[in-house]
Antibody, heavy 126, light 109 residues
Framework: QVQLVESGGGLVKPGGSLRLSCAAS????????MSWIRQAPGKGLEWVSY????????YYADSVKGRFTISRDNAKNSLYLQMNSLRAEDTAVYYC???????????????????WGQGTLVTVSS | QSVLTQPPSVSAAPGQKVTISCSGS????????VSWYQQLPGTAPKLLIY???KRPSGIPDRFSGSKSGTSATLGITGLQTGDEADYYC??????????FGGGTKLTVL
């Protein structure tokens, strides 16, 4: 069965860095696009980033562009999120999710997130 | 402020039907598929509806989805107390970003 397990969350000071990991199993990781989605305490879902199966296509939300870097290691079945210059507003539970994509007029686009991990909490506070 | 607009809350009695709306624009819902996610208290979101109106395996047919123009709707019939959760719509936007609604809290009275 598909499993996504995030790790690496914790307490970090403003301006600090953190690297999240997501270990995938139960499917051919290298065949799938992947994404990070976060949820601030008591708030709704916010998409953070997505990466193509080969890693050649990457998109970021404007709120994290230039500070966060998504990457993957298909040999290790792992997804990563390097977070730098962290701010208080980055405090959230971070979920990794598997992405199903399809062909649209604009090219390959994500259609939906079919499996989610349990999330890892990142707290940015002094 | 979310790109997609959902009502903050809806409620209905057990056994009744409820609908949750999701309003967007031509840059998102109008030109892309909509998905819906259910988030039970204290858990991760779960895919409920994809491609506007399809249900993943294991999702009961009490849950349905539809789309018309720049709006989408989630319907739940035969409400159960176990359906109490937050519900989110999502879709791709032409700004090259996935967008979600602000979420709707369903209360089964």
């Amino acid at each position: 069965q598909v499993q996504l397990v995030e790790s690496g969350g914790g307490l970090v000071k403003p301006g600090g860095s953190l690297r999240l990991s997501c270990a995938a199993s139960g499917f051919t990781f290298s065949d799938y696009y992947m994404s990070w989605i976060r949820q601030a305490p008591g708030k709704g879902l916010e998409w953070v980033s997505y990466i193509s199966s080969s890693g050649s296509t990457i998109y970021y939300a404007d709120s994290v562009k230039g500070r966060f870097t998504i990457s993957r290691d298909n040999a290790k079945n792992s997804l990563y999120l390097q977070m730098n210059s962290l701010r208080a507003e980055d405090t959230a539970v971070y979920y990794c999710a598997r992405v199903e994509v399809g062909i649209a007029a604009a090219g390959i686009v994500p259609y939906y997130f079919d499996y989610w991990g349990q999330g890892t909490l990142v707290t940015v506070s002094s | 402020q979310s790109v997609l607009t959902q009502p903050p809350s809806v409620s209905a009695a057990p056994g009744q039907k409820v609908t949750i709306s999701c309003s967007g624009s031509s840059s998102n819902i109008g030109n892309n598929y909509v998905s819906w996610y259910q988030q039970l208290p204290g858990t991760a979101p779960k895919l409920l509806i994809y491609d506007n109106n399809k249900r993943p395996s294991g999702i009961p047919d009490r849950f349905s989805g539809s789309k018309s123009g720049t709006s989408a709707t989630l319907g739940i019939t035969g409400l159960q107390t176990g359906d109490e959760a937050d519900y989110y719509c999502g879709t791709w936007d032409s700004s090259l970003a996935e967008v979600f609604g602000g979420g709707t809290k369903l209360t089964v009275l």
